[in-house]
């Protein structure tokens, strides 16, 4: 357990709706970090936050944003949903604003049908 | 943009054999490097990382890696697998001057026992 928790587990939605995924931290860890995990792309990096503050962002889709709260837990927000966004969506986190060492949480499994 | 390449889809190997996974990166400035692990259903956890110093790196679960600057190389190794070591692996880049990292696409062991 590496002490990042994601919810929900597994979330299945249509085309075109719009899901909400959570993350909470490890304990301490001020940066959160979310990425897509998809059979055809691989591991891609999307956002990071640090602090409440937007730090980095990747490979992300203007369909898609983030924000994290004052209590560090993150929300990542995906609208207009498309079938080829069906993927394990991972966040993690680490202690300072650099990624040196990131800790994965379970991941949300998301379909799009 | 830096790129990270993983020389093998996927690998099968008796247990007790050795194995040696292949990872090379394209930046040329320096570089943290990592490998992460994916066991099945779980999440990914870190297995080694190198910032500096001693290019012969030792993980968990027995493995190591070694760095080679001049090939560009960061080769994941372990002299006997064991069933349990049948998993995805990823290797991870992050230089010293961007906020991201950016993961290979894998390599999937499968251990046969």
Redesign the interface.
């Known amino acids: 357990d590496?002490g990042?928790t994601q919810t929900p587990k597994h979330l299945i939605t249509a085309t075109g709706q719009r899901v909400t995924l959570r993350c909470s931290p490890r304990s301490g860890d001020l940066s959160v970090?979310w990425y897509q995990q998809s059979l055809d792309q691989?591991?891609?990096?999307l956002i990071?936050y640090y602090n409440g503050e937007e730090?980095?962002k990747?490979n992300i889709l203007e369909r898609f944003s983030a924000q994290q709260f004052p209590d560090l837990h993150s929300e990542l927000n995906l609208s207009s949903l498309e079938l080829g966004d069906s993927a394990l969506y991972?966040c993690?986190s680490s202690v300072g604003?650099?990624?040196?060492?990131?800790?994965?949480?379970?991941?949300t499994r998301l379909t799009v049908t | 943009a830096q790129s990270v390449s993983q020389h093998n889809h996927h690998v099968i190997l008796s247990e007790a054999a050795s194995l040696e996974l292949g990872c090379n990166y394209s930046y040329g400035g320096t570089v943290n490097l990592f490998w992460y692990v994916q066991y099945p259903g779980q999440h990914l956890q870190l297995l080694l990382k190198y910032f500096s110093g001693d290019p012969l790196v030792k993980g968990i679960k027995g493995f190591e890696a070694e760095f080679i600057k001049s090939k560009f190389s960061f080769n994941l190794r372990k002299p006997s697998v064991q069933w349990s070591d049948t998993a995805e692996y990823f290797c991870a880049v992050k230089d010293n001057y961007g906020q991201n990292f950016v993961f290979g696409p894998g390599t999937r062991l499968s251990v046969l026992p």
């Open positions: 590496s990042v970090y691989g591991l891609q990096f990071q730090r980095a990747g991972f993690a604003g650099l990624p040196y060492e990131q800790y994965f949480g379970p991941g």
